[in-house]
């Protein structure tokens, strides 16, 4: 289980530079894959480009407004000063999703996810559908998803930034 030195608490702009960091760290780990047609070297250069200033910049005026907004729930969590995890999840109408959840590699399997899905399904309303984008060779996400209720939706036709196949995944009402 999640140690008790774990802060876990709403996204501030001052968590932005270290969320999208963990975020190039978690693709570059998780994502190139030759049998689906991502390289490490695509991977590298998408991430990378993300952590230019001039990015990070963009990164923080976009988020600043999903932070802010009650119908984004954006949520991080640090193991003293480093950033491990967050989650960010939407809900505009009838429309509910589950925008990105990201855990250090260093930290699976300790609750931490768990800990954000539920205060996901707590913001959430349970009673319209949930759906969510995953890799579709990510079978280690998907198994997750699936321990919350998410089923395969299906498979997109037009590629995650033209290059990584991905999966809908729903949790039905």
């Not at 109408?93 to 707590?122: S, V």
């Not at 759906?131 to 060779?137: D, K, N």
């Not at 996400?141 to 590629?159: C, I």
Request: aromatic share 12%.
């Amino acid at each position: 289980m999640i140690k008790k030195n774990l802060d876990i608490r709403a996204t501030t702009l001052i968590d932005i530079k270290d969320i999208r960091h963990l975020q190039a760290k978690v693709w570059r780990m998780t994502y190139p894959s030759d049998a689906d047609g991502v390289s490490v070297e695509w991977v590298q250069k998408e991430t990378e480009s993300w952590l230019t200033p001039e990015k990070l910049h963009e990164s923080e005026q976009f988020l600043s407004e999903k932070i802010t907004s009650p119908d984004h729930l954006h949520e991080v969590a640090y193991d003293h000063d480093r950033v491990i995890g967050f989650i960010h999840g939407s809900r505009v109408g009838n429309n509910q999703r589950l925008e990105g959840l990201y855990i250090d590699p260093q930290y699976h399997g300790k609750g931490l996810a768990q800990c954000f899905m539920d205060d996901l399904f707590l913001w959430l309303d349970l009673s319209k559908n949930i759906v969510l984008e995953v890799a579709s060779y990510n079978e280690r996400a998907k198994a997750f998803y699936r321990k919350y209720g998410f089923k395969d939706w299906y498979e997109e036709k037009e590629k995650f930034k033209g290059v990584i196949p991905s999966t809908k995944m729903i949790r039905r009402a």
